[in-house]
């Protein structure tokens, strides 16, 4: 069982519509990544967190520290959110990340 | 400051040719990492350098891997000899006190396309 699992693989929403991309993991962890992935394959960090909840724009992620989950939402989806979405936990306060294997979500105009 | 430098993009060579893919990070992050990402592995760290001084090389998948980072501006992965099946892409990023608590600096690279033939 791998250690980090989203959900769901792969994803096609209409624009407009309300996205949820779900992580859970198995692992003791300092912080949660919610990572993304160009098409050309460039990768950006989106958010790290420990706790509770953050907000950027149309992206919101949530953690749940005691269920050992976590959701990326993104509201109002539009095209150019089309991307691979990657969630990683970090162990330990060294950074070395492991990683998911990513939600391929594409948003159809 | 013009993000996590890698070179090359794109690399094509033979199979029994030694690869070495190059990595600058931001200046000033204390840790560098090296990632691969393939189709069916996803993203694995490779190895993670804290103060130029490698920490955790677990991930390095055979003796043909080797990584330095003779200083803090600079680091290598090298494959020797490469292999077909170490084609991937390679991901370098680089972190400010492990881009944790006091500063979210965790930044990636654009990567370099490695096929071998």
């Known amino acids: 069982k791998n250690e980090v699992e989203q959900s769901p693989q792969n994803l096609t929403a209409q624009e407009g519509e309300f996205i949820t991309i779900n992580c859970s993991y198995s692992?003791?962890?300092?912080?949660l990544h919610w990572l993304q992935q160009h098409p050309g394959g460039g990768i950006v960090s989106l958010f790290m967190l420990s706790s509770g909840k953050k907000k950027h724009g149309r992206l919101i992620a949530t953690i749940n520290i005691q269920e050992k989950h976590s959701s990326l939402h993104i509201t109002a989806s539009h095209p150019r959110d089309s991307a691979v979405y990657i969630c990683?936990?970090?162990?330990?306060?060294?950074?070395?990340?492991?990683f998911g294997k990513g939600t391929k979500l594409s948003v159809k105009p | 400051d013009a993000g996590v430098i890698q070179s090359p993009r794109h690399e094509v060579t033979e199979m029994g040719q030694e690869v070495t893919l190059r990595c600058k990070p931001i200046s000033g992050h204390d840790y560098l990492f090296w990632y691969r990402q393939t189709m069916m592995r996803g993203l694995e760290l490779l190895i993670y350098f804290n103060n130029n001084v490698p920490i955790d090389d677990s991930g390095m998948p055979e003796d043909r891997f080797s990584a330095k980072m003779p200083n803090a501006s600079f680091s290598t992965l090298k494959i020797q000899p490469s292999e077909p099946r170490d084609s991937a892409v390679y991901f370098c990023?680089?972190?400010?006190?492990?881009?944790?608590?006091?500063?979210?600096?965790?930044?990636f690279g654009s990567g370099t396309r490695l096929t071998v033939v």
């Open positions: 990683a936990v970090d162990r330990g306060s060294q950074g070395n990340l492991i």
């Open positions: 990023a680089s972190s400010l006190e492990g881009g944790l608590w006091i500063n979210y600096g965790y930044t």
């Open positions: 692992v003791g962890i300092s912080a």
